[in-house]
């Protein structure tokens, strides 16, 4: 922990005492684009310089930010992945490959929203051998040439095979991967989307306040102990508080270092 002050040294060494003890983060950030939600964990990587984080960067932005204002940053290790294969090989990696995670390190997934998008194709390609666009283009066009019905993907025989499949992997990066041995911390990024009448009502419980919820498969806001709703306008950027098992919470409050300024609600400080 060469180069902290004092007061960082404690902060870091109350984070070490949680995870000896069992206890690690699990937390999701949504918000719109350029809101922030990259920028909070690379704070976080800054802050915790001596725990590696692991990042599955989905929307290929990761690399460019390290160029720049983090290129500092050398324990930030980012594996790029296009399609659900390169994603579950990344999280199956990093269970299987013993000692690849100690306990301290973070998961982080930017953004997962996307993977529930990549598991639909996945199986579309498989099953049907055609891209989705493509799969669900003839489907309209059969519809249009008098079928009664969109003869698209259906219940229990396809829809339930790809939740089970996204379930496995939700169920590797959020219980196990932050479970002993690993004992790793957990931070997912989401884009934000509107409400809708559609929306189950649990999900507008959490979130009509708001009027946005994550993007992607919809049970992922339960996985997690913290949800946060990042937004920014001309005099800077603000963190709101939707859920946090057991914290107080912020109402809207600006932040200049999540880290910092999250750790001292969390505790950590």
């Not at 996307?114 to 194709?121: A, F, K, L, R």
């Not at 911390?185 to 419980?205: C, G, M, P, W, Y």
């Not at 992607?216 to 603000?238: A, C, P, W």
Request: some cysteine.
């Amino acid at each position: 922990m060469t180069g902290k002050t004092d007061y960082e040294n404690k902060e870091l060494q109350k984070v070490m005492v949680d995870i000896a003890s069992g206890y690690t983060e699990r937390i999701m950030a949504i918000g719109s684009t350029g809101t922030g939600k990259s920028y909070s964990w690379l704070k976080l990587a800054e802050r915790f310089s001596d725990n590696t984080f692991h990042v599955l960067d989905t929307d290929r932005s990761v690399r460019r930010m390290l160029s720049t204002e983090f290129s500092r940053l050398g324990n930030v290790l980012v594996t790029d992945a296009a399609n659900w294969d390169q994603c579950y090989d990344f999280i199956n990696g990093l269970v299987k490959t013993e000692g690849k995670v100690k306990p301290g390190d973070w998961v982080v997934v930017d953004l997962i929203c996307s993977i529930w998008d990549m598991v639909q194709s996945h199986f579309v390609s498989e099953i049907f051998d055609k891209g989705i666009g493509e799969y669900f283009l003839q489907a309209r066009k059969e519809l249009k040439q008098g079928a009664k019905t969109l003869d698209a993907l259906k219940g229990w025989v396809d829809w339930s095979v790809m939740n089970k499949m996204y379930q496995e992997l939700a169920h590797k990066l959020f219980y196990v991967l932050s479970a002993p041995p690993y004992l790793a911390n957990i931070f997912v990024v989401a884009k934000a989307t509107r409400l809708s009448s559609e929306d189950k009502q649990e999900t507008i419980d959490m979130f009509g306040t708001y009027g946005l919820r994550p993007e992607g498969e919809k049970r992922n806001i339960f996985r997690v102990h913290t949800v946060l709703l990042m937004q920014n306008d001309k005099s800077g950027y603000y963190v709101s508080t939707i859920k946090d098992r057991g914290r107080s919470r912020w109402g809207r409050k600006k932040v200049s270092d999540f880290g910092i300024e999250y750790g001292g609600l969390a505790g950590w400080q």
